[in-house]
C-alpha cells in the first residue's frame, strides 16, 4: 500500500521550514519482460524480490493523486478486481501456452513477435523502435489498465515509424487476440483492443489490401526467361517455376518428385501440374517439413503446357 512521508526541508520561506510531502511505496522488482523476479532463483514460484520506491512532491494535493493512482492500479475501469500480478506480460505466456493449435512456424513467429527486441529496425529518423514492441509497450502493464487509447496511440507510434500497414496490424491483432483471452478468464469485462481503427494498404493507385496490380512490380516474359539463363541449375528450375507457378517460397521448396504430375501422352494433353502439399522452411538451422499456411492452401496448381517445356528437359 502506498503512503506519503511529510517532513520539513533545511529551505526556509518566510521564516517557516517548507514542507515536502514524499509518496513511498513498494513494488516487485521485474525482468526484461516486466515479470516479477523471484527471491530464490531456484524457486521461481516462490516469494518475489520487492525494491522500495519514493517520489518527492511540493503540493500535496499532487502527493495523494499519485497515491490514489497507485493504490487504484489494481482495479479494472468498471469495478472489477484485478490482480497485481497479472501483467500483460503474464497473460501473453498464458495465452500462448493454450493455443496448442498453433503450427510450429506460427507458434516461433508469435514467441518472436512477444519476445524483447535486443536489435531493433530504424524508423525514418534512424531511431531504433525496439521500445514499440508488443512486450516492451504492453508487457509491464497490468491487465487491467490497458485502455484502447493507449492502444491506438501504439498503433499509430508504430505507423509514424515506418512499419508496414500489414506488419502493425499483424502485431495489433497478437495484442488483441491475447486480451481477448483476458476477458474469456474473467480477467477484463471488454476488451480495449476493439473499435481501434487500423492503418490500410489501400492507396489511391491500388484497390484491395494485399494485391499488387502495378505493372512495374512483375516481370515479363522475356526478364524471366534472362533470369533463368543466368542462374546455374538446378536453381534455374526453382525461378522457372516460381515464375510461372506463383507458388510461395516455402511451398516450392516443399516440392518434391511425387508432387510433379506429368501429363499423360494423349492428343489433348491435360497441362502439367504441381500438387501444394507441404512447405519447407528453415528453423533453429534445420529444414523443416510443416503443413501450408492454410487450409485452402492445400491445392493442385496448372502449369501451361507451353511453360513446363523447360523443366521437363533440364
Given at each position: 500500500?502506498?503512503?506519503?512521508?511529510?517532513y520539513?526541508?533545511?529551505?526556509?520561506?518566510?521564516g517557516?521550514?517548507?514542507?515536502?510531502?514524499?509518496?513511498i511505496?513498494?513494488e516487485p522488482?521485474?525482468?526484461?519482460r516486466?515479470?516479477?523476479?523471484?527471491?530464490?532463483?531456484t524457486?521461481p514460484?516462490?516469494r518475489k524480490?520487492y525494491?522500495?520506491?519514493?517520489?518527492s512532491?511540493?503540493?500535496?494535493?499532487a502527493?495523494?493523486?499519485?497515491?490514489?493512482q497507485?493504490?487504484?492500479?489494481?482495479?479494472?475501469?468498471?469495478?472489477?478486481?484485478?490482480?497485481?500480478?497479472?501483467l500483460?506480460?503474464?497473460?501473453?505466456?498464458?495465452?500462448?501456452?493454450?493455443?496448442?493449435d498453433?503450427?510450429?512456424?506460427?507458434?516461433?513467429?508469435?514467441?518472436?513477435l512477444?519476445?524483447p527486441?535486443?536489435?531493433?529496425?530504424?524508423?525514418?529518423?534512424?531511431?531504433s523502435?525496439?521500445?514499440?514492441?508488443?512486450?516492451s509497450?504492453?508487457?509491464?502493464?497490468?491487465?487491467?489498465?490497458?485502455?484502447?487509447?493507449?492502444?491506438?496511440?501504439?498503433?499509430?507510434?508504430?505507423?509514424?515509424?515506418?512499419k508496414?500497414?500489414?506488419?502493425v496490424?499483424?502485431?495489433?491483432?497478437?495484442?488483441?487476440?491475447?486480451l481477448?483471452?483476458?476477458?474469456?478468464d474473467?480477467?477484463?469485462?471488454?476488451?480495449p483492443a476493439d473499435?481501434v481503427?487500423?492503418?490500410t494498404?489501400?492507396?489511391p493507385?491500388s484497390?484491395?489490401?494485399?494485391?499488387?496490380?502495378?505493372?512495374?512490380?512483375f516481370?515479363?516474359?522475356?526478364q524471366?526467361s534472362?533470369?533463368?539463363?543466368?542462374?546455374?541449375w538446378p536453381?534455374?528450375?526453382?525461378?522457372?517455376?516460381?515464375?510461372?507457378?506463383?507458388?510461395?517460397a516455402?511451398?516450392?521448396?516443399?516440392?518434391q518428385?511425387?508432387?510433379?504430375?506429368l501429363?499423360?501422352r494423349q492428343?489433348?494433353?491435360k497441362?502439367?501440374?504441381?500438387?501444394?502439399?507441404?512447405?519447407?522452411?528453415i528453423?533453429?538451422?534445420?529444414?523443416?517439413?510443416d503443413?501450408?499456411k492454410?487450409?485452402?492452401s492445400?491445392?493442385?496448381v496448372?502449369?501451361?503446357?507451353r511453360?513446363?517445356?523447360?523443366?521437363?528437359?533440364?
Open positions: 500500500m502506498a503512503y506519503i512521508r511529510t520539513n526541508t533545511m529551505q526556509k520561506r518566510k517557516r521550514a517548507i514542507k515536502r510531502h514524499e509518496m511505496w513498494r522488482v521485474r525482468d526484461e516486466g515479470l516479477p523476479v523471484p527471491a530464490d532463483p524457486n514460484e516462490g524480490k525494491q522500495s520506491r519514493q517520489k512532491f511540493v503540493d500535496r494535493e502527493a495523494e493523486r499519485f497515491r490514489d497507485l493504490n487504484a492500479e489494481k482495479h479494472q475501469p468498471g469495478g472489477v478486481a484485478v490482480p497485481r500480478e497479472k500483460f506480460a503474464h497473460a501473453a505466456e498464458a495465452w500462448l501456452a493454450s493455443r496448442t498453433l503450427k510450429a512456424s506460427t507458434r516461433v513467429e508469435y514467441e518472436n512477444l519476445r527486441k535486443v536489435k531493433a529496425h530504424k524508423d525514418t529518423s534512424g531511431e523502435t525496439a521500445h514499440l514492441s508488443v512486450i509497450t504492453f508487457g509491464c502493464k497490468a491487465v487491467g489498465s490497458i485502455t484502447r487509447q493507449q492502444i491506438a496511440e501504439w498503433v499509430q507510434a508504430l505507423t509514424a515509424a515506418g508496414k500497414p500489414s506488419t496490424r499483424h502485431a495489433y491483432f497478437v495484442v488483441k487476440m491475447i481477448e483471452q483476458a476477458v474469456a474473467g480477467l477484463l469485462r471488454d476488451n473499435h481503427k487500423l492503418p494498404e489501400r492507396t493507385e484497390g484491395t489490401p494485399g494485391v499488387v496490380d502495378d505493372p512495374d512490380m516481370l515479363t516474359a522475356e524471366v534472362a533470369l533463368v539463363d543466368a542462374t546455374p536453381y534455374n528450375v526453382l525461378i522457372h517455376v516460381a515464375a510461372w507457378s506463383g507458388l510461395r516455402a511451398e516450392l521448396a516443399g516440392l518428385v511425387g508432387d510433379v504430375h501429363p499423360a492428343v489433348s494433353p497441362p502439367t501440374a504441381l500438387r501444394v502439399d507441404q512447405t519447407l522452411r528453423q533453429a538451422g534445420e529444414p523443416v517439413y503443413t501450408p492454410t487450409r485452402g492445400r491445392r493442385v496448372p502449369v501451361p503446357r511453360r513446363h517445356r523447360f523443366s521437363a528437359t533440364t
